[in-house]
């Protein structure tokens, strides 16, 4: 596998300290994420008032990464969304994770997107490397959307046995999107750190540096 090349400067590890929060639902995924890098006030406001705010911010329970750019605003969180779609990708359409929901969010997500700029949301549309997900996580976290799926940590061994067979069987790995966020990295194991809201808090999980990585919606 290629060795990772970062700037000179940046320390060979670096591990991002956060509030572990775990999703409460199978929807929440998400906000579940920007609960885990907003500051302890914001936090505790969010929790409080999570229901009317979501409703408020007009996705309720489907969520899509574009909401959480707005959540995140709303909380003063600096920060860039980077997607190879602006708007809802037309390959959505045949996929039986989003069938349903499309009729409802679609207006939504379309309005938010042609909103972002004036709402000094910075959208950019890019593929990013795992080299610039590094390089930005020495500015902070990351929240990343990433097929379920195909998930997997070395530590907890989570996902393990699913994706040891999937190198053996040539089956196809259908696409459940799940938001995690990345809180640091380990060049010498060639690892990435991350937070996983479907689980307490056990600490981070690490995986290979070659992660999948998705921009869409969740589940």
């Not at 000179?8 to 590890?13: E, V």
């Not at 359409?93 to 004036?118: C, P």
């Not at 990013?128 to 530590?155: F, K, M, V």
Request: net charge positive.
């Amino acid at each position: 596998m290629r060795r990772i090349g970062v700037r000179s400067d940046a320390p060979q590890k670096h591990h991002i300290e956060l509030l572990h929060y775990r999703q409460k639902s199978n929807w929440d995924c998400g906000v579940s994420c920007v609960l885990m890098v907003l500051p302890n006030k914001h936090r505790q406001h969010l929790t409080k008032n999570l229901s009317k705010i979501c409703k408020s911010e007009g996705f309720n329970k489907s969520t899509w990464t574009i909401d959480l750019c707005y959540l995140l605003k709303k909380y003063e969180v600096q920060h860039v969304f980077y997607t190879v779609t602006i708007g809802v990708h037309e390959g959505y359409r045949g996929n039986s994770f989003y069938h349903q929901i499309l009729t409802k969010d679609e207006n939504r997500v379309k309005v938010k997107f042609r909103d972002a700029s004036k709402n000094k949301i910075p959208v950019r549309k890019a593929s990013i490397s795992i080299l610039h997900i590094i390089e930005q996580l020495l500015n902070g976290p990351i929240i990343i959307l990433t097929n379920a799926r195909l998930l997997y940590c070395d530590i907890c061994k989570s996902n393990k046995i699913s994706n040891e067979l999937r190198k053996c069987l040539p089956w196809p790995t259908t696409y459940q999107g799940h938001y995690i966020v990345l809180c640091g990295y380990d060049i010498e194991r060639q690892r990435v750190f991350y937070r996983n809201p479907s689980f307490g808090d056990r600490g981070f999980c690490r995986c290979m540096c070659h992660v999948g990585v998705h921009f869409g919606r969740s589940a």
